[in-house]
């Protein structure tokens, strides 16, 4: 329908609120004429719109809705990517523990139907939760089985993803080494294909990894250059509609390891860092 395709164009623009609009009226119409897949998708839709938006109670509303129409209508490749997509929401509300239960749900069904760019990023979904839960093993594994496929189908931009999500999981197993080697891979990933906030997480990731083997300069260094990535036009329109976006995260794991460092009375580290701490707060 001409509306859908419009807030489609919209939603890729980031012009939320004509996205939302159009999807309304796609969504009217389909409920008018009876078209229940139409239906299941606008929901969808309006679903990916209030998550960008970071309203993730009426994310949660419309997915779901759009799930109860995928299995009504028996759509196996919509049931598992609304059981993905309410993962998601439920990870941004900081419940993990169903986040885990929707994507593991949503794997299932990739697996199933033969999704393999579907299980790749599920795999990856789910490595973010188990990161989140400290279950620092199990994230691993579903992010070493995300990179094989995204290197398996040629999907350079969830290559370079995976390749920071494992530089940020090796950070946390204190195997700082091959944290710098995960993050470089997905630095030169981003450079490569141009993804400015790839870019930026990759370098908040390697701003980290230094800080942690107390090579202070050079964390400087790459955290400046993430936040100069931050600070451009496209980066911070992407923050304020998304706030949990890894590279966000990134910075605000910069700050608080400057204000550990500060509440430690570590003059020398907090010397070295009080511009770029100046500069995540604005």
Same mark, same amino acid.
Do not use: W
């Given at each position: ?32 004429? +009876? ?38 209508? +028996?759509?196996?490749? +919509? ?118 906030? +790839? ?84």
């Amino acid at each position: 329908m001409a509306h859908d395709r419009l807030g489609r164009v919209c939603y890729n623009l980031e012009k939320m609120q004509e996205a939302k609009k159009h999807y309304k009226i796609a969504l009217d119409i389909a409920i008018e004429i +009876g078209y229940r897949q139409g239906e299941g998708t606008s929901n969808g839709n309006l679903g990916n719109v209030f998550l960008s938006l970071g309203e993730y109670q009426k994310a949660k509303e419309y997915y779901k809705k759009a799930l109860d129409i995928a299995i009504e209508i +028996g759509d196996r490749g +919509g049931e598992g990517k609304r059981n993905a997509n309410l993962g998601t929401v439920f990870y941004s509300l900081g419940e993990n523990q169903k986040a885990k239960e929707y994507l593991e749900k949503a794997l299932d069904i990739a697996i199933e139907i033969g999704d393999r760019a579907g299980e790749g990023i599920t795999n990856g979904n789910l490595g973010t939760v188990f990161h989140s839960l400290g279950e620092y093993q199990k994230a691993k594994e579903y992010y070493v089985k995300a990179l094989e496929i995204a290197i398996e189908i040629g999907d350079r931009r969830q290559e370079g993803r995976i390749n920071k999500d494992l530089g940020d999981v090796f950070d946390s197993l204190g195997e700082y080494q091959k944290a710098k080697e995960y993050s470089e891979k997905a630095l030169d990933i981003a450079i490569e294909i141009g993804d400015r906030q +790839g870019e930026g997480a990759a370098n908040g990731n390697l701003g980290n990894v230094f800080n942690s083997l107390g090579e202070y300069q050079k964390a400087k260094e790459y955290y400046k250059k993430a936040l100069d990535i931050l600070q451009t036009k496209i980066a911070k329109s992407v923050a304020k509609v998304l706030g949990t976006t890894p590279l966000v995260k990134t910075l605000d794991k910069a700050r608080n390891t400057l204000r550990e460092k500060r509440n430690r009375n570590d003059k020398y580290c907090h010397d070295k860092y009080k511009d770029t701490l100046a500069c995540v707060q604005t």
